[in-house]
């Protein structure tokens, strides 16, 4: 939300999760501050100062904070759509890195994201939607670039649009 | 040559608290002029209407008594109009809250008890709530647009009040007026001292303190900002469009009911066929003066009742019609909407050619 402060963002995705945030009914604002704070740096949100407005932030900044935000709650489930799109390297390396460890951890984990290099670096599984259709989940290993092009289109149909490579992570 | 508005990149901070003053003092310039039209030395008609009613104990007295559901009124409906959503028919939940919560001393009129007036408060409110929840329950079953239905039942409200005083309800000693039995004993308000300010102006600063609290701090308090705000954002946080529809219509009803009733139980005494100068629709400018913040709600009931006190006043010692009270509101909606229009946008003059080519386009 544009002109709410940052964690005033966290609240609005976390109030329900985090036991912290909400006592009877009153918002801990220390502790929605901390949270926000903590994703900041964790995620090394530049910002003009502590607690600024989504708005403004940049376009890779905000990105880094709505990512490291559902990150930070370590959740059992994932599924997160072009998690490093808009982002710098050094911070998509650390977003791939922390969806790595969550897997590694033992949370599911499902990645959709048009970035190949990306998809190798930290899938183990790979499947691909194309004209809405799902192939079958190969393992990292089993499936090259040339293949999962060849999905893409579709296998044996030309023209196929829109289509998206997909990488699960098994629970 | 083309007008168009355009969407400031960042509305100014600053602009945002000036901008009531500035619709303030633009309706004042109006007003002068209206003065002047009509023959009278705008200075003077200026000092009847603004100094007047805030220059004597009796009239400041008099100022908190208009001003009680006003503010009660006003600050329901900035939490409600914060969440985008419309009730305009504020001025019916006055009238039921008024009707339901004077059922119990005309109709058992011989009941005298200590509980007689918590509880007409609490029927009051009640009809308030239930009268507000029908425009909620359209809106959130059928998708009909609040403004519309709450706005209508203003006249069905209004309507039922002058049937029952002119029928069922009416005083069987009253001489044929259509007007209720008197309020006593334990149905009226307390007031202060042997002024007309009554019980209801602690309700409505009690209300102004905690909304204030409502939506600084608590959960709720910040789903109804997001929900008016952001409705997309705030379905992905979990909170439901149709509960906060709900929740802020039944809250700034039941403030409303509470207004009625705390009117007929205080200084009008009586249920009448009118029983308010139409504070409900008053009350919306109110909300949009107090920058739908419950702290500036109190300020702007204070104002808009230095208005009627001003009409009144108006009448009396300028021979003008009660209508220009009226006339003062209206203007002060229109620059207050105007000054927060231009806060947000500007405008864009555009030139012939280029607005040619546009609809050539």
């Not at chain 2, 058992?108 to 329950?137: D, F, K, N, R, T």
Request: glycine share 10%.
């Amino acid at each position: 939300m544009p002109g709410f402060v940052l964690a005033e963002n966290a609240l609005l995705t976390r109030h329900s999760s985090d036991p912290g945030m909400v006592r009877a009914g009153f918002v801990d604002r220390a502790h929605t501050r901390a949270t926000a704070a903590r994703v900041t740096e964790r995620f090394d949100v530049r910002t003009s100062h502590a607690n600024p407005a989504a708005s403004a932030l940049s376009g890779g900044n905000l990105q880094k904070f709505v990512v490291g935000r559902e990150l930070d709650r370590e959740p059992r489930v994932l599924v997160i759509n072009q998690p490093t799109w808009g982002v710098d390297a050094g911070a998509a390396a650390l977003i791939r890195q922390v969806l790595s460890d969550l897997a590694e951890a033992g949370a599911a984990v499902l990645v959709i994201s048009q970035d190949l290099d990306e998809i190798f670096e930290i899938a183990d599984r790979i499947a691909v939607i194309s004209r809405g259709e799902l192939s079958d989940t190969f393992p990292a290993g089993a499936i090259d670039r040339e293949r999962i092009g060849l999905l893409m289109a579709g296998a044996h149909e030309s023209g196929a649009r829109n289509s998206g490579a997909k990488r699960e992570v098994p629970a | 040559m083309k007008l168009q508005f355009e969407q400031r990149p960042q509305p100014s901070r600053v602009m945002t608290v000036v901008s009531p003053l500035i619709a303030v003092l633009l309706m004042v310039i109006v007003g002068a002029i209206l003065f002047a039209a009509r023959g009278i030395d705008p200075w003077r008609g200026l000092y009847v209407y603004f100094i007047e009613p805030v220059a004597s104990l009796w009239s400041i007295e008099e100022l908190i008594v208009k001003a009680t559901p006003l503010v009660l009124i006003g600050v329901g409906l900035a939490v409600c109009f914060r969440a985008n959503v419309w009730n305009i028919g504020a001025e019916g939940q006055l009238t039921m809250g008024a009707i339901v919560g004077a059922a119990i001393p005309i109709l058992a009129h011989q009941w005298q008890s200590p509980l007689v007036l918590p509880l007409m408060m609490l029927l009051g409110m009640a009809g308030g709530i239930a009268w507000a929840s029908i425009p909620a329950l359209l809106r959130n079953h059928f998708g009909v647009n609040e403004i519309l239905t709450s706005l209508m039942l203003v006249y069905v409200a209004q309507l039922l009040l002058d049937w029952l005083v002119r029928g069922p309800w009416r005083d069987p000693e009253g001489y044929n007026f259509p007007e209720s039995i008197d309020m006593t004993g334990w149905a009226q308000l307390p007031t202060l001292g042997y002024s007309r300010v009554h019980l209801g102006g602690a309700f409505a600063v009690l209300a102004v303190l905690v909304l204030f609290l409502f939506m600084a701090r608590t959960l709720k308090g910040f789903e109804i900002e997001v929900s008016g705000a952001a409705p997309r954002a705030s379905g992905f946080g979990g909170f439901s469009r149709p509960r906060t529809v709900w929740f802020c219509l039944a809250l700034s009803g039941g403030l409303a009911g509470l207004a009625g009733i705390s009117e007929i139980a205080g200084p009008v005494g009586q249920l009448q066929p009118v029983i308010s100068p139409g504070y409900g629709f008053t009350a919306i400018i109110v909300a949009f003066l107090g920058r739908l913040h419950p702290i500036g709600v109190l300020f702007a009931g204070i104002v808009l009742a230095i208005s009627y006190l001003g009409g009144e006043g108006a009448q009396i010692s300028l021979g003008l019609s009660d209508k220009t009270a009226q006339v003062f509101q209206g203007t002060l909606l229109f620059f207050i909407l105007a000054s927060d229009t231009l806060t947000r946008y500007r405008i864009r003059v555009q030139r012939d050619a280029a607005g040619a080519s546009e609809v050539a386009r």
